[in-house]
């Protein structure tokens, strides 16, 4: 097991000294990028250049980790008073040095310009970076279950380890697009399959599944796949803030793609909190997936706004300025939720700074746009009164809000009235984007950022030219205080749940047999070939067959040939002469049995009586869409805080074990 990441990589995208090991590994990755569709290790973009460096920054952490895990427990077992002082002196290092890389990727999660489109012209975005995990070979732990669960031999599954290996080896540097997407998916499903083959329930499993946490790059490992399902859903939804990120957000077809990805990552994160509970790592606990959720539908509603704003130019009239007000107020309140997440009492010093300070910003910038664009639905109406407008004006205002400092929610009746509510609304806004641009003067990373630094100030400047031509900047004295805006949007955004059915993968270990017979919490004995033979043709063997794929052995007569030989009751036909039969239909297996005449030579092997209740047919019928299913509980009612997940997941496949050419009802018994 691997810890060097791939590739390594300095901050300009250079490859730096690393050993021969890591160049070795590098190798193997490229073969497997050539392959693999949606993975590409020497990708040499900005993010993979942050992704390279946040897998080296987890390497240094969890060494910096298990030195001060050491140093507390010598300085606890200890009683020499010099060592412990000598203990103590490295504690306060190793803390130090500590603190500084967890901040070092605090910074890097920071950094939102790496991931905003290349004309650095929109509205930045906060995207979510991947959780990082180390290389993991399933070659030997496999081998040996297909030699002493199955009794094959592992040399014939060689290949298909190899490539579930390439595969493993893939998702660590998934691609930033839908084919990265299909490619963790099609591995999340995959390992539908790999659980049920080689993971006994209740079983320890000599498998380690390691995955770093994505906010601070702190290692969590488990036994569990269930850890690996989880992270894998994480990474997606990941995968879809950075898409959505990278979008052009000056163009309605930009808008569009980033507020469709980010309801879907909304949707992953969703299904990720109601599927899983009892997560070992902070990124995946109830506490910060709710606020990655709200995160999400506040971002994909700003692009629902901004996708209007971009009619402001040719749609200058009064309903147009009441409608986008509204919707300007849905995306700071959305904000104002995401900040409230963020202010949990175990986020709040693990959640980057910038996060807090953006949605801060965005929360106060949105507000004032809600004033500056009911400002100017009121000049509107001012100028071209109808009389529809004075219900679509009042019903602008939260009279649940209002107060005795206010004007009523009555529409204005002439222009020194109109004029008197406008100006206290371009007022709001701009006090509300002095405060926006002070704030982020506060964070260091996002003042760097000179296109939100630059909207802020002309937004600024267009409230306060508009107060200024109504008013002299120094007479307030008739300025009477804003009243609150309702807020609503055309249209809700909503988190979209993944359907697993769109990305259908074949079982890999196929060949060891029908999933709901032959799968790890089944124990059969070795194989075992039985010849029966008998002189007269007309006499029967002594046994009937029943079942498909596989077929069984229903009865065995007493005193048969049959019974002779140590047929059983319940044993299952794997092979006759040299076909296997696994996967064949009784007709089939009875065909093969007919033409061998009066010397049958077939294979059986033999449940024990250790075996767990096999696999359900049902549980390889599952629905195609795990939306509005509450599935996350502990099945146990256990308080463990190892990573629980529902018992059977929604894949979306659909059982396969009806054969084509066979019926759908169960054979009756055949007497052989």
């Not at 606990?285 to 629902?304: G, K």
């Not at 400002?375 to 509107?380: D, E, F, K, S």
């Not at 004075?390 to 929610?409: E, F, H, I, W």
């Not at 047919?617 to 308080?639: H, Y």
Request: with cysteine; proline share 4%; hydrophobic share 35%.
């Amino acid at each position: 097991m691997s810890m060097n990441a791939s590739p390594c990589m300095d901050d300009s995208g250079n490859h730096n000294g690393c050993e021969d090991k890591d160049r070795n590994e590098a190798q193997v990755d490229s073969s497997f990028a050539g392959k693999i569709k949606g993975s590409d290790p020497y990708l040499r973009t900005v993010r993979s250049q942050l992704q390279a460096r946040r897998s080296r920054l987890n390497q240094e952490i969890t060494r910096e980790v298990m030195i001060k895990e050491g140093a507390e427990k010598l300085y606890s077992v200890t009683s020499k008073k010099k060592l412990k002082e000598n203990v103590a002196v490295e504690l306060s290092f190793v803390s130090s040095s500590l603190q500084v890389l967890k901040d070092e990727l605090s910074d890097m999660n920071s950094d939102v310009q790496a991931y905003q489109h290349d004309s650095g012209k929109s509205m930045p975005m906060i995207p979510i970076a991947l959780k990082e995990t180390r290389d993991l070979d399933f070659i030997e732990q496999f081998s040996e279950i297909i030699r002493d669960h199955y009794h094959e031999d592992p040399e014939t599954y060689l290949d298909k380890l190899n490539e579930l290996n390439g595969i493993r080896k893939a998702i660590r540097t998934p691609k930033k697009d839908s084919s990265g997407i299909r490619l963790l998916f099609e591995y999340y499903n995959l390992l539908y399959f790999i659980e049920r083959r080689f993971f006994r329930s209740g079983a320890s499993s000599n498998i380690l599944f390691e995955w770093y946490d994505s906010l601070t790059g702190v290692p969590a490992t488990q036994k569990s796949p269930g850890f690996e399902k989880g992270s894998l859903m994480f990474n997606t939804a990941s995968i879809y803030t950075q898409i959505a990120a990278k979008q052009q957000l000056t163009s309605e077809e930009g808008l569009c793609a980033a507020a469709d990805n980010f309801q879907k990552a909304a949707g992953v994160f969703k299904y990720l909190k109601e599927s899983f509970s009892f997560a070992p790592s902070i990124d995946m606990q109830q506490s910060t997936l709710s606020m990655l959720i709200h995160l999400m539908l506040a971002q994909a509603q700003e692009c629902l706004f901004m996708q209007l704003q971009l009619k402001e130019s040719k749609e200058t009239f009064f309903p147009f300025y009441v409608t986008i007000a509204k919707e300007a107020l849905v995306v700071s309140q959305l904000h104002g939720v995401a900040l409230d997440c963020m202010d949990h009492p175990s986020l709040n010093i693990i959640v980057p700074y910038t996060w807090i300070v953006m949605s801060t910003v965005k929360c106060r910038y949105y507000n004032a746009l809600s004033h500056f664009y009911t400002a100017l639905a009121i000049l509107t109406y001012r100028d071209n009164k109808e009389d529809h407008y004075d219900t679509m004006l009042t019903m602008m205002y939260d009279d649940k809000n209002l107060d005795a400092t206010v004007l009523s929610v009555q529409p204005p009746r002439d222009v020194a009235n109109s004029n008197n509510l406008a100006k206290s609304h371009f007022r709001e806004a701009t006090i509300l984007h002095e405060e926006s641009m002070h704030l982020l003067k506060l964070c260091k990373q996002l003042h760097k950022v000179d296109i939100l630094q630059a909207m802020l100030q002309k937004a600024h400047s267009r409230s306060l030219d508009a107060y200024a031509d109504m008013e002299e900047e120094d007479d307030f004295s008739s300025v009477i205080a804003a009243p609150s805006i309702k807020g609503q949007a055309r249209v809700e955004t909503r988190s979209i749940a993944p359907n697993l059915a769109d990305f259908r993968v074949d079982d890999k270990f196929r060949d060891l047999g029908p999933l709901t017979v032959f799968h790890a919490n089944t124990s059969w004995s070795a194989p075992k070939t039985v010849i029966l033979s008998r002189d007269n043709p007309h006499r029967d063997f002594g046994f009937s067959v029943t079942g498909n794929c596989p077929v069984r052995i229903a009865k065995v007569d007493t005193g048969s040939i049959a019974d002779s030989a140590g047929l059983q009751s319940g044993d299952v036909i794997i092979r006759v002469g040299e076909k296997n039969t696994k996967w064949e239909p009784q007709e089939n297996v009875v065909s093969l049995l007919k033409i061998a005449g009066d010397i049958l030579t077939f294979c059986v092997v033999s449940p024990h009586s250790d075996s767990h209740s096999p696999i359900s047919q049902q549980s390889n019928s599952l629905p195609p869409n795990p939306a509005g299913k509450q599935n996350g509980v502990n099945l146990t009612g256990s308080t463990s805080s190892s990573f629980k997940y529902t018992k059977f997941f929604t894949m979306g496949f659909r059982r396969k074990a009806q054969i084509k050419g066979t019926k759908n009802t169960l054979p009756k018994n055949f007497k052989m």
